[in-house]
């Protein structure tokens, strides 16, 4: 396999980080739950199916803290998604930048 120029690195580096303004803002970190709950009443229909909802709620888990959990309301869902979803995208391309930088740093070469 042909090793990759630095220079190319550098463009493809560039490319990613062109990449990062895409996302304009819209990221949010964090885990979406959807549950469904049994009220309790008896012959409600959800005594034999999967229970009321869905519910969302959103948690996010911090190093040394307890998680956060916050309900999303059902309007927000599909965006909360798309925003989750985008953080996930936006820490894969900061990772891909962070290899480019290490392999251009084993090199001994400027970043």
Known sequence: MKKI??????KKRQELINELGAFD???LRGSIIETYKKCGKPGCKCETGIGHGPKHSMTINFPKRKPEHDYIPLEYVTQVTEYVS???QFK???EQICAINREILKRREEL
């Open 5 to 10: 120029s630095t220079n190319a690195l550098r």
């Open 25 to 27: 803002g819209k990221i």
């Open 86 to 88: 985008n953080y996930h």
């Open 92 to 94: 894969e391309v900061i």
